[in-house]
């Protein structure tokens, strides 16, 4: 049972992480099961969390959280999970092995389980704006950073653990400020914006303007100014993460550098498109995902190149 529930974290990082699923590629195998099963497990909360978007179904989305966050807890603690066999009970079944395995502190997952009920509506926690850096870098510290310091005790480091959890969150904030830029557009259309009032309003921008630019399809040169401002911020983030990559396990470092560098890569695409994000979403090609997995895998070694014929599911 424990074999087939890890194959299905792997089926289900293959088909929605690309990115991600490329870069767990690059780490020994032994290592990624336990990579797959933590994806699988933030996944199945965002479908949840996404599903609450229709009214009837936020009530229920809550409660599922509930149930999650009890289940979990139940097997962490040595008790009978949920009864029944289909695809939710065995990703929880691979991330409460996965925990327990590497030791990962719990508490990062109830962080990030509170912050998803943020985005549910009628939820006492829930949030569709963010006035501030700071308001939203509350919202982070469970929606991405905790992302980063789950992974941590998979990766390993050369350095107390301790040592590397602020790179680890800070890189978990970067992929999720590159994720907010890239589906403006498809967040406006749930309701939702996460990149904060503050930072439009500095160059001119409201909800009102942002509503015009994806019924449109245009984007008004306030909005493309402070795009332009927004991804500065999330490079500046990248710089401050990726030093912490040395601090990792040398052997997966070629891993977490390639998805770094081509999470920031989107940041390119989005200026290469000129800012269309109101009627495109931004993707790094696959030839780039590629040649860009290929050269750290080299430079790790050689031996791991051939892994790059297999189909990427």
Same mark, same amino acid.
Request: aromatic fraction near 8%; charged fraction near 25%; include cysteine.
């Given at each position: 049972?424990?074999?087939?529930?890890?194959?299905?974290?792997?089926?289900?990082?293959?088909?929605?992480?690309?990115?991600?699923?490329?870069?767990?590629?690059?780490?020994?195998?032994?290592?990624?099961?336990?990579?797959?099963?933590?994806?699988?497990?933030?996944?199945?909360?965002?479908?949840?969390?996404?599903?609450?978007?229709?009214?009837?179904?936020?009530? $229920?989305?809550?409660?599922? @959280? !509930? &149930?999650?966050?009890?289940? *979990?807890? /139940?097997?962490?603690?040595? =008790?009978? %999970?949920?009864?029944?066999?289909?695809?939710?009970?065995?990703?929880?079944?691979?991330?409460?092995?996965?925990?327990?395995?590497?030791?990962?502190?719990?508490?990062?997952?109830?962080?990030?389980?509170?912050?998803?009920?943020?985005?549910?509506?009628?939820?006492?926690?829930?949030?569709?704006?963010?006035?501030?850096?700071?308001?939203?870098?509350?919202?982070?510290?469970?929606?991405?950073?905790?992302?980063?310091?789950?992974?941590?005790?998979?990766?390993?480091?050369?350095?107390?653990?301790?040592?590397?959890?602020?790179?680890?969150?800070?890189?978990?904030?970067?992929?999720?400020?590159?994720?907010?830029?890239? $589906?403006?557009?498809?967040? @406006? !259309? &749930?309701?939702?914006?996460? *990149?904060? /009032?503050?930072?439009?309003? =500095?160059? %001119?921008?409201?909800?009102?303007?942002?509503?015009?630019?994806?019924?449109?399809?245009?984007?008004?040169?306030?909005?493309?100014?402070?795009?332009?401002?927004?991804?500065?911020?999330?490079?500046?983030?990248?710089?401050?993460?990726?030093?912490?990559?040395?601090?990792?396990?040398?052997?997966?470092?070629?891993?977490?550098?390639?998805?770094?560098?081509?999470?920031?890569?989107?940041?390119?695409?989005?200026?290469?498109?000129?800012?269309?994000?109101?009627?495109?979403?931004?993707?790094?090609?696959?030839?780039?995902?590629?040649?860009?997995?290929?050269?750290?895998?080299?430079?790790?070694?050689?031996?791991?190149?051939?892994?790059?014929?297999?189909?990427? &599911?």
């Amino acid at each position: 049972m424990l074999d087939l529930a890890y194959r299905d974290c792997r089926r289900i990082a293959a088909a929605h992480g690309r990115t991600y699923f490329l870069a767990t590629r690059l780490l020994e195998p032994e290592r990624r099961p336990a990579v797959h099963a933590l994806y699988a497990f933030a996944r199945l909360v965002d479908d949840i969390v996404d599903a609450s978007d229709a009214p009837s179904r936020a009530a $229920d989305s809550a409660a599922r @959280l !509930d &149930r999650i966050e009890h289940d *979990l807890r /139940a097997r962490l603690a040595g =008790a009978p %999970g949920a009864g029944g066999d289909g695809p939710e009970q065995r990703v929880m079944l691979a991330v409460a092995d996965t925990i327990g395995r590497y030791s990962i502190a719990a508490e990062h997952f109830w962080v990030f389980l509170d912050s998803m009920r943020m985005d549910i509506p009628g939820a006492p926690q829930y949030r569709d704006r963010y006035p501030t850096m700071a308001d939203l870098s509350d919202y982070m510290r469970g929606s991405a950073a905790a992302i980063g310091l789950q992974l941590l005790p998979v990766l390993g480091t050369v350095v107390p653990v301790a040592e590397a959890e602020p790179a680890a969150a800070a890189l978990g904030e970067a992929f999720q400020l590159t994720n907010f830029l890239r $589906d403006i557009g498809e967040d @406006l !259309d &749930r309701g939702r914006l996460y *990149l904060p /009032a503050a930072e439009w309003a =500095a160059f %001119g921008v409201d909800d009102e303007l942002l509503f015009h630019c994806r019924k449109s399809g245009r984007t008004d040169p306030r909005v493309r100014r402070a795009l332009a401002h927004l991804i500065a911020i999330n490079r500046g983030v990248y710089r401050r993460a990726t030093p912490g990559i040395e601090l990792l396990a040398p052997r997966v470092r070629p891993a977490i550098r390639t998805a770094a560098t081509l999470y920031s890569d989107i940041l390119d695409e989005i200026e290469r498109t000129d800012y269309a994000v109101f009627t495109r979403r931004a993707v790094v090609p696959q030839h780039r995902r590629l040649r860009v997995a290929a050269r750290e895998c080299l430079s790790a070694s050689p031996r791991l190149l051939p892994v790059f014929g297999e189909p990427l &599911r």
